[in-house]
């Protein structure tokens, strides 16, 4: 299996239960945790993508990856932003080290912003969208905090960049269950 179909098949949707069973060993022992940094390794299949300029969303930049980082900023459901990065060949953003994070803290400004994590499968074991479990993690000050104590369900990762520290937060993947949430921003990255 190439790195690219690998890529393909990790970007199903992919969410809910059971959703866990569409990664079969393969497509997870595809994708390491290390794997995002290794970009010059890639296949040349895949050094096409990756040589797209970096342009797109409301803004877009090059992060210290050398990756493209596209910033949304009309709020959607965590499932509508995985979609829409997935029509510009790309995914909602794992920021697996502390350098990728500060950047993106930085480049998403005062934007609520969804990455691509949650603990749809197993709550309270959170995961990036590629299936790779959280090693590294940014959480704000008392998350993730489950809907303040479990009162309602926060399955989604943003960056909460409303917050005077940012960092990350756990929300409601929509808005079915806290009215006016849900709906975020959101940080594609290819
Ligand atoms: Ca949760
Ligand atoms: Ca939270």
Same mark, same amino acid.
């Given at each position: 299996?190439?790195?690219?179909?690998?890529?393909?098949?990790?970007?199903?949707?992919?969410?809910?239960?059971?959703?866990?069973?569409?990664?079969?060993?393969?497509?997870?022992?595809?994708? *390491?945790?290390?794997?995002?940094?290794?970009?010059?390794?890639?296949?040349?299949?895949?050094?096409?993508?990756?040589?797209?300029?970096?342009?797109?969303?409301?803004?877009?930049?090059?992060?210290?990856?050398?990756?493209?980082?596209?910033?949304?900023?009309?709020?959607? *459901?965590?499932?509508?932003?995985?979609?829409?990065?997935?029509?510009?060949?790309?995914?909602?953003?794992?920021?697996?080290?502390?350098?990728?994070?500060?950047?993106?803290?930085?480049?998403?400004?005062?934007?609520?912003?969804?990455?691509?994590?949650?603990?749809?499968?197993?709550?309270?074991?959170?995961?990036?969208?590629?299936?790779?479990?959280?090693?590294?993690?940014?959480?704000? *000050?008392?998350?993730?905090?489950?809907?303040?104590?479990?009162?309602?369900?926060?399955?989604?990762?943003?960056?909460?960049?409303?917050?005077?520290?940012?960092?990350?937060?756990?929300?409601?993947?929509?808005?079915?269950?806290?009215?006016?949430?849900?709906?975020?921003?959101?940080?594609?990255?290819?």
């Amino acid at each position: 299996m190439t790195y690219r179909w690998a890529l393909a098949l990790l970007a199903v949707p992919c969410l809910g239960v059971g959703c866990g069973a569409q990664l079969g060993p393969d497509t997870i022992g595809s994708e *390491t945790p290390d794997s995002d940094a290794a970009i010059d390794s890639r296949p040349p299949a895949d050094a096409a993508i990756d040589a797209r300029p970096c342009t797109g969303g409301n803004s877009a930049q090059v992060g210290p990856d050398g990756s493209c980082f596209v910033l949304v900023t009309t709020p959607v *459901t965590y499932v509508a932003a995985r979609q829409a990065c997935m029509a510009m060949n790309a995914h909602l953003a794992y920021l697996k080290d502390a350098t990728l994070d500060a950047f993106a803290e930085q480049f998403v400004g005062t934007n609520n912003t969804w990455i691509g994590g949650n603990d749809l499968v197993t709550e309270g074991t959170f995961q990036w969208d590629d299936g790779t479990a959280f090693a590294f993690t940014a959480w704000g *000050t008392g998350e993730p905090n489950a809907g303040n104590g479990g009162g309602y369900q926060e399955d989604c990762v943003i960056i909460a960049g409303a917050k005077v520290n940012k960092k990350w937060d756990d929300r409601p993947c929509d808005a079915t269950e806290v009215a006016n949430s849900g709906m975020f921003a959101y940080l594609c990255n290819y």
